[in-house]
């Protein structure tokens, strides 16, 4: 399997994160997959499962008749009873033949260096009129909204911008490709192109916050590395989770496309 990745939702704090964003974006997810998608007796494709909640979703939407596939190159955390759960780098192609009803991806092409090829190959992997639901992140907002003191909202920026600048971007995360999954799909050969942003304003102790300070936790080594002081990363957490502190979190830009019918 490809080492890829800059986290790993295999540990500890993997499942934690997994948790945080399950509350943050599954809510989103399935407004933008809707009420005409994944039907009784469709065959569904979920890319980068991670803990299974929309998998297991999918799969109470489609039926005994239907079939649901989930995939992610780490199943630790991966619970999804009504589907068939597979350990595969999607890195590595689409790891079961025939064409899907669905296919979501969540997550997962901003943190690949082929996410343009893979978004093709799965868009060619639609059945025809199948739908294609494409979800990733922006971090475009580093100014917190409100935070207890002047240097609090400094380390919040400084912390954070650290964090995408000199780990997440050179690890191969591209926190600006969700700009461009509305074209992407259009290039892909979709139409019925619709795309959809969802952020709000977290304040500490919510998921939000706590998913900045997960991210932060599972690089802090690499943080240390790079100078950051270990009591500025131990004020960090602090923050996050103080009621006091506010702010936006990560934009989720979710896209759908639909392969057109056969004529």
Partial sequence: MSSEYVLDSGSALGREQLDHLDELLDA???????TATAQPGQRCLEIGAGSGALSRWLAERTGPAGEVI????????LHAPGARVLRHDINDGIPVEG??????ARLVLMHLARRREILAELAAALAPGGWLVVGDQLLDRTRPVAAPTESDAVLFRSVIETTVDQVGRPGGIDYTWANALDGELVVAGLSEIDTFE??????GG?????LYGNYVAQVESSLRALGVAAADLDDFQRLMRDPAFRAWTAT???TRGRKPAAS
Avoid at 99 to 104: A, C, K, R
């Fill in 252 to 254: 989720f830009v979710c």
């Fill in 28 to 34: 989103p997810t399935k407004q933008v997959i809707g």
């Fill in 70 to 77: 989930a995939v992610d190159r780490e199943t630790t955390h």
């Fill in 99 to 104: 064409t899907f009803d669905v296919i979501v």
């Fill in 206 to 210: 919510t998921a939000g916050c706590l």
């Fill in 198 to 203: 969802f952020t709000r304003i977290a304040r």
